[in-house]
Structures are given as C-alpha cells and as structure tokens.
C-alpha cells in the first residue's frame, strides 16, 4: 500500500489508496487486474476498461520493479511513477503497489469479487481459483479474450519500434 510519505515524496496526486477501499466497497461489486503498465499504451486503456465493465470499483495491481526484474526485464520506467501514472487514468479507481512474491498476497488485502486477467497475461485461471480456495477467498476469475486491435498495443513491440529506429541518435 501506498502511503502518505511516498505519495509527498514522489510527488503523487492526491489520490485514493486501499485505506478508502472499504467506504468505496459498500454495496459495489469490486474488480481487481494487475499488470506491468511500464509504458502505457492503448492496450491498457482497453484491458482496464474491459476489466471495469466486470463491477463497480476497479482496484490496479502494479507489479514491484523486483517483480518485473525477476519475470519479464528489467522495467524503464520506476513502480511509484507507474503507479501515479496508472491512478490517473479513468477507469481505476484505485492503484495499489502489488506485494513482493505471490501476487495472491495482496488480492487477500483487497478482497475483490472477481479478479480479471488481460489477454497476454501467463496466469492459469483455473489454478488461481484453486490457490484463492486454498486461502480461503471465493473470488471468480475471468479473462478477458481479445487485444486492443492497433499498432503497438505492448510495450514489448514499443521496446522493438525504439530499437528500429536507433534512438537515442
């Protein structure tokens, strides 16, 4: 969770954090997703707003930069600012910082109703329902199917468009 002292010294909007969770909650059906986001692009837009259309609050899972170390490269741009970035964006009602291992730690925080995973995300819905048993949690798991039909809707074909055109020059 974000707090106060991180948001004053990244310099972070005034935003809404897990502490406000439980007011915003009250008879609302909550969602949550969690992602990278290291260059947003419309892909996210698309997943996020996808994933909002499955309840009423929308809670945004950004993965630690040791996370994204450890399963995917090395991340450009630093988990407090994608978190500001993410937090802005219209469909999320709140973005938290994920937790360092299982991502399932933090989904115990929240306690969603649904958990909802973008088309190129690697988990196993299945497994993920069986784990969250595991813990105790009754959370459905949906996915959403398609990608946002455009031109660098990654991060990954961004990376490869910057490399293919030799910037910096």
Do not use: W
């Amino acid at each position: 969770m974000v707090t106060n002292e991180i948001r004053t010294k990244v310099g972070c909007f005034d935003v809404p954090t897990l502490e406000d969770l439980g007011e915003m909650r009250k008879g609302k059906r909550v969602v949550a997703c969690g992602g990278v986001y290291d260059i947003l692009h419309p892909g996210h837009a698309f997943v996020l707003e996808r994933a909002k259309d499955f309840g009423d609050v929308l809670v945004v899972i950004i993965a630690r930069d040791s996370t994204v170390e450890s399963r995917k490269r090395i991340p450009i741009i630093p988990e407090i600012q994608r978190l500001e970035m993410v937090s802005q964006l219209k469909p999320v009602d709140i973005a938290v910082l994920g937790k360092e291992g299982s991502f399932l730690d933090i989904i115990e925080e929240i306690k969603p109703d649904v958990i909802v995973l973008g088309p190129d995300q690697h988990h196993d819905g299945d497994k993920m329902k069986e784990e969250l048993k595991k813990r105790g949690l009754d959370i459905d798991v949906e996915r959403i199917g398609e990608f946002k039909d455009c031109p660098l809707h990654s991060t990954k074909d961004i990376l490869q468009k910057v490399i293919e055109k030799g910037y910096p020059k």
